[in-house]
């Protein structure tokens, strides 16, 4: 099947000759005679390959390739030069090009140069394949035990697109992620997902924005509006902050759970509507209905099916694959490479507990890529960390200490001696440590594991393995 590419020429010549080499190489070429005529034609075309004349009536070529590179990501774009100097090259490769090209006879160079363009186009079509096969939940990043439970939870209730989901977790967790992939999961994902904070909205509002209201069902409603039921039909309603909802209207709440029936603020028409409610909570809504400030069978109609997701204290080595790819997000968004992070910081960012959970960590990761200078990330930009550098006996639990060099002259004998009381303490403090989270865990393994962030199996094999230090 041919792929398409976009050429903008003015020199119709020139053009052809383009046209003639990209076809052979699989392309179907699409020409334009000025960068605004290939602009309107952009998302028609959807370009993987665009080449580009510097030289154009109008916008030149190095600015639309900068338009291009915002509305065609991924795109391969190539510039094409009559005199290729290297102020036009820096420029070229500055706006997002991935290569600068010389008008020239020399049709087999022409061909060789494109070919290394037209190769980088077939790859970011197959990487782009790939991720939508893996779309689904591709803005859940992590590997832990803990979050493989929530994404088999996701993906279970995702196929049942008519039940009420609770989500809860701390702030700063990522429950809106979890509520995106719910939806995107499920039959409604062609159809709206509608989010509102309830926290977020005047008291005085919550019913209009809820139910809508009719022309002149009080001041200043001039006018009839569809409430965020009616927006989400066919869709999911998203309910961040449900904790703090007015009693009265989770009165009306209730109702509309039960009979998916709504009524416009000053209106008398019941209309039905047909919506997913995912909700969303950092409260004990439990403790909410025992003191009376949550009604019980609203709790109740909406916990259909509870979904947690895990502070990102309990997500181990997850803090360094999200750390990575907020990275990468930020250095896209900001025109740098900021690719690798230094052992110090890890070693910082694995040995702080994170109270604002991912969010902290993703404002903390785009903080250190604006402060970086080179493609390093280092523990100084992480303000607002403890000091990964501390005295022995000082660290905070979870923080890994340089192991102590041996004694150069020391016998070895000694030194055997001394590694089997070492191996001793470890296998004592790791004991310790899974029992305590056995305990936490209320004696269930599998709650245990994704407290350490392993998977049951790994505890098994830990367990067994200390069972084995203690014979």
Known sequence: MSIDALIIEDDEGYARILSRIIRDEGFRPTTARSAEEGLELLPDV????????????????IQAIGVIGERSPDAVCIVVSGRATVENAVGAMRAGAFDIIQKTTDITEIQLRLRRAVDMANLRRHVQYLQGQGRRLEEIVGESAAVQSMRRRIEEVASAPTSTVLVVGE????????????????????????SVN????????????????????????????????ETAHGGSLFLDEIGELDLRLQAKLLRVVEERLIKRVGGTKETKVDVRLVAATNR??????????FREDLLYRLNVFQIDVPPLRERGEDVLLLARHFMGEFGRQLGK???????EAERALMAYGFPGNVRQLRNLIEQAVILARDERLTADLLRGLPDPARAEG??????????????????????????RERRADVAAFERSVISRAIDEAGGNKTRAAEILGLSRYALQRRLKRLEGDED
């Open 46 to 61: 959807q370009p993987a390959l665009v080449l580009v004349d510097i030289r154009l009536p109008g916008m030149d070529g």
């Open 171 to 194: 702030t700063g967790t990522g429950k809106e992620l979890v509520a995106r992939a719910v939806h995107r999961l499920s039959e409604r994902r062609d159809s709206p997902l509608v």
């Open 198 to 229: 309830c926290a977020a909205i005047p008291e005085n509002l919550l019913e209009s924005e809820f139910f809508g209201h009719e022309r002149g069902a009080f001041t200043g409603a001039d006018r009839a509006k569809q409430g965020l039921f």
């Open 284 to 293: 004990d809504l439990e403790q909410h209905a025992r003191e009376g400030r």
């Open 337 to 343: 490479r900021v690719a690798v992070l230094a052992p």
């Open 394 to 419: 000082s660290a905070p639990p979870g923080e890994r200490r340089p192991a102590p060099s041996p004694a150069p002259n020391a016998p070895i004998s000694d030194l055997v001696d001394e590694l």
